[in-house]
């Protein structure tokens, strides 16, 4: 995956979460392998995706890439996100607590809404309901 740092490198600076591959996103993979047969033919959001690791097995089980929209909200760790989906899926800047991505996609109903590690900021937890809250809805299109 490009773009990963150690831990070690961001111990006592979280600027930057996104580079870097925590203990929560291997639990997500392994929960998502095991449920895929589940999972398949949802539509699927990732919030926070940073590297891209759970969008990558995520992908593996998909239909169509149209299914999936793999998200972060820094531009730095999109750049390497990007990169590392080797265009199987769909990769978007998506800051939460706004209803429209700075890419200009509005945010639609989706089945399936997931993250790991997301929630190192107490003043990020508030957005990030309202963004889940929001893409959970019916679409208003």
């Keep these: 995956i490009q773009g990963f740092a150690s831990k070690t490198v ?3 600076d979280l600027q930057n979460t996104g580079l870097t591959l925590w203990n ?3 639990a997500l993979c392994d929960y998502l392998l095991d449920h ?13 995706a940073g590297l891209g690791l759970c969008s990558i097995v995520t992908s593996t089980f998909l239909d169509h890439k149209d299914d999936f929209l793999s ?8 750049e390497l ?4 989906s080797d265009d199987c899926f769909h ?6 607590g706004e209803e429209e991505s700075s890419a200009g996609g509005r945010l639609g109903h989706y089945d399936v809404v997931f993250g ?3 929630t190192y900021c107490p003043a990020a937890i508030q957005p990030l309901f309202f963004t889940i809250a929001q893409c959970m809805s019916p679409s208003r299109d």
């Excluded at 895929?36 to 926070?48: P, S």
């Excluded at 998200?71 to 999109?78: A, I, N, R, S, Y």
């Design 81 to 84: 996100l990007r990169r590392n």
């Design 10 to 12: 961001l111990a006592g």
């Design 24 to 26: 929560g996103s291997n």
């Design 91 to 96: 990769v978007q800047q998506l800051r939460w």
């Design 36 to 48: 895929r047969d589940e999972l398949k033919g949802k539509k699927m959001l990732e919030l926070g």
């Design 71 to 78: 998200t972060d909200g820094d531009w730095e760790v999109l």
């Design 116 to 118: 790991s590690d997301l």
